[in-house]
């Protein structure tokens, strides 16, 4: 029987618009290298919360920053630009296991963020791609304690070192090194 765990789906790139005329799309991969997304030829793709359109992909190139990839069924600009904005996600049991001390971010999603002195910050909403690193945008609740109070705020923190120092699945906490400016 399966588990639920293997059923769900990881998000790995986001479709930004046509490549040209016949059909093709610009892919960013959120993969460590980028071209790693392309091991896996069969993607769910969606958008918010409505149901997930399967695809095979028919051809693929990199060009060092960007994938540049065709989908079956998809022929013509117009086609490729309905799936502008679409997430990739691919079944999590495809995915590799990962070496100690990393994570695929969609376990992330959803964690407490403190820093090293126990400030809560707030919890892992999403990922933005940034040139240097991905940024983990942490949204908080208001805290009070003994210093200070915190409003509801939203961080944009490095999700790389030396910002993120621990992360920790059990307890659903990120330790980050983070100066909080009031």
Do not use: C
Not at 53 to 80: K, M, N, P, S, T
Not at 85 to 101: N, S, Y
Not at 136 to 153: C, K, P, Y
Request: hydrophobic share 45%.
């Amino acid at each position: 029987m399966a588990t639920a765990d293997a059923s769900r789906r990881v998000v790995l790139g986001r479709i930004l618009g046509a490549h040209g005329v016949r059909g093709w799309l610009k892919i960013v991969s959120y993969t460590d290298p980028a071209d790693n997304l392309l091991q896996h030829p069969s993607w769910m793709l969606r958008s918010g919360s409505a149901p997930g359109l399967a695809y095979q992909v028919d051809e693929a190139q990199f060009d060092g920053r960007w994938l540049r990839v065709r989908l079956q069924g998809i022929e013509d600009r117009d086609a490729a630009e309905r799936l502008r904005g679409m997430e990739i996600e691919v079944a999590r049991a495809q995915l590799p296991k990962l070496p100690a001390r990393q994570h695929y971010r969609e376990d992330l999603i959803g964690l407490q963020v403190r820093t090293q002195t126990g400030l809560l910050l707030g919890r892992v909403s999403h990922f933005v791609e940034a040139p240097s690193a991905a940024l983990m945008v942490v949204r908080g609740a208001a805290q009070a304690d003994a210093a200070s109070l915190h409003e509801a705020s939203e961080r944009w923190i490095p999700a790389a070192p030396p910002y993120l120092v621990r992360v920790d699945l059990e307890r659903g906490e990120i330790v980050v090194d983070w100066t909080e400016e009031i």
